[in-house]
């Protein structure tokens, strides 16, 4: 691969090559193209597929060997300064010897597997909490269940939560003068 100077693109430069669709990779410098990809024709429908430009990053893997892209992101979102911007952490790895594509996709799979592991815990919590209002429901209907009967006057029978064993409290009688002092 040549080597191109750093910061080889200007933003009328990219706005030139995005308009003429100018076909191949512009390199702005520290491995950062903008890449026109040409027109393509679809096998099936004979139309003309146009795609749109991309800044990719176009290095050799320090860890395979072989020439890989590294896609940043459409031409559209992204301006050449942010592709510029977002180029910047995969060069650090690949100065580590780290090789960018294998970084970001193991990344992706950490992720995935970490989302994987928060909704089993909200799936286990959320069962741990059904379990508990079942079990919470199946006491009050037991508890319902064990009450005695109203009486015919409409008051459930009183007595049933005293011990057997338990004297009735004494009520003051208003009357009684008594029954306020201690003798």
Known sequence: MRSTPLNALTRERVAELVKTRRKGRHGDGGLLYLYVPGEETDKRS?????RAPAWIIRYKSPTKGRVRDYQIGPELDYSLSAARAKAAEPRRQLDDGIDALDARDQAHA??????????QQRERASATLQAMAEELHALMVKAEQTASPMDQDGQGDTQSWRTSNAPEPRRPNPGDRTSDRQG
């Open 110 to 119: 950490d992720r995935k597997v970490q989302r994987q592991v928060e909704e």
């Open 46 to 50: 004979g139309a003309t597929i146009r």
